[in-house]
């Protein structure tokens, strides 16, 4: 019998958040297995990161949707329940949902500001491929249902529900074993929440998404291990590859994004998604969600 086809879409997270990572993304995209990308339209290298896509048409770019640990959009008089006096919302994804979930005028402000990043993504020319958060504060309940809303408007036809074993991923690296059985269980719960909300309104997602239990660890060695144990046939692997620049903050722990671009580099990390069957695409391209 012959078999299915696989498909695998590698994405770069965080691309407009500095020149380093502008470098690491689209060096794997040219040199490695790299097929897709998520915008942070509010980062400081945006620009540059608009300009890189716009000469890389191969590249599919979505919204990396920011509502966490990073800038807004809209100024600070706007939505003076979501951001600081100098347009910053809060570092902790805990005290920023338990917000949202309860304020009201947050809320408002909330669908004001992902409104205001979806129109710059759209600004930008790119044809959106589909739509991310974050530290995953998309997958919040709130956040989620705005997006709903706005998809037709915006054409949202992709989004991403973190969704990978457990086991497997334990299997591979046990360490931070704790954090790994808090977020399986937290998003296990959004990720079922928000394969209802989607099916309902004919939005896309991959069947599983790797990145999520193994941030800032997405090496050569693990993808190496993960890739032979996947069951799935169409599948999101994701991390934050960066390469290291004097003078800019770094969008993870200090080394793990060049670690991170190695894998993507890696052509025993290719060549084993060649033995698995897997064709490398992006969201654009696939029919079949």
Same mark, same amino acid.
């Given at each position: 019998?012959?078999?299915?086809?696989?498909?695998?879409?590698?994405?770069?997270?965080?691309?407009?958040?500095?020149?380093?990572?502008?470098?690491?993304?689209?060096?794997?995209?040219?040199?490695?297995?790299?097929?897709?990308?998520?915008?942070?339209?509010?980062?400081?290298?945006?620009?540059?990161?608009?300009?890189?896509?716009?000469?890389?048409?191969?590249?599919?770019?979505?919204?990396?949707?920011?509502?966490?640990?990073?800038?807004?959009?809209?100024?600070?008089?706007?939505?003076?329940?979501?951001?600081?006096?100098?347009?910053?919302?809060?570092?902790?994804?805990?005290?920023?949902?338990?917000?949202?979930?309860?304020?009201?005028?947050?809320?408002?402000?909330?669908?004001?500001?992902?409104?205001?990043?979806?129109?710059?993504?759209?600004?930008? #020319? $790119?044809?959106?491929?589909?739509?991310?958060?974050?530290?995953?504060?998309?997958? +919040? &309940?709130? *956040? =989620?249902?705005?997006?709903?809303?706005?998809?037709?408007?915006?054409?949202?036809?992709?989004?991403?529900?973190?969704?990978?074993?457990?086991?497997?991923?334990?299997?591979?690296?046990?360490?931070?074993?704790?954090?790994?059985?808090?977020?399986?269980?937290?998003?296990?719960?959004?990720?079922?929440?928000?394969?209802?909300?989607?099916?309902?309104?004919?939005?896309?997602?991959?069947?599983?998404?790797?990145?999520?239990?193994?941030?800032?660890?997405?090496?050569?060695?693990?993808?190496? #291990? $993960?890739?032979?144990?996947?069951?799935?046939?169409?599948?999101?692997?994701?991390? +934050? &590859?960066? *390469? =290291?620049?004097?003078?800019?903050?770094?969008?993870?722990?200090?080394?793990?994004?060049?670690?991170?671009?190695?894998a993507l580099l890696s052509e025993q990390v290719r060549q084993v998604l060649t033995a698995k069957g897997f064709e490398p695409t992006n969201f654009l391209k696939v029919t079949r969600l």
């Open positions: 019998m012959p078999h299915s086809p696989r498909f695998v879409i590698i994405n770069g997270d965080d691309f407009g958040f500095s020149n380093g990572v502008n470098q690491a993304i689209i060096k794997a995209h040219e040199q490695g297995v790299l097929t897709s990308t998520s915008l942070m339209v509010t980062g400081d290298a945006v620009e540059e990161a608009i300009a890189l896509a716009r000469t890389h048409p191969n590249l599919a770019v979505g919204l990396h949707l920011v509502l966490v640990c990073g800038r807004a959009i809209l100024p600070p008089s706007q939505i003076p329940h979501l951001v600081d006096s100098m347009g910053n919302f809060s570092d902790s994804p805990f005290q920023a949902g338990l917000r949202y979930q309860f304020h009201a005028a947050a809320r408002e402000e909330l669908r004001q500001e992902i409104r205001a990043q979806l129109e710059k993504f759209c600004e930008s #020319g $790119l044809t959106l491929s589909h739509v991310d958060g974050h530290l995953h504060l998309h997958v +919040h &309940p709130v *956040v =989620l249902h705005i997006l709903v809303e706005l998809a037709q408007e915006f054409d949202i036809r992709v989004i991403r529900l973190p969704s990978e074993e457990l086991g497997m991923s334990l299997k591979l690296d046990r360490r931070r074993l704790l954090t790994k059985l808090v977020w399986s269980a937290v998003f296990g719960r959004l990720r079922r929440y928000g394969e209802v909300l989607l099916t309902s309104q004919g939005i896309g997602f991959a069947k599983r998404v790797y990145g999520l239990l193994q941030t800032g660890s997405m090496t050569e060695e693990y993808l190496l #291990g $993960l890739v032979p144990q996947i069951q799935a046939d169409l599948v999101e692997i994701y991390s +934050h &590859p960066a *390469v =290291l620049k004097d003078g800019e903050p770094q969008n993870g722990p200090l080394g793990t994004g060049e670690l991170e671009l190695a």
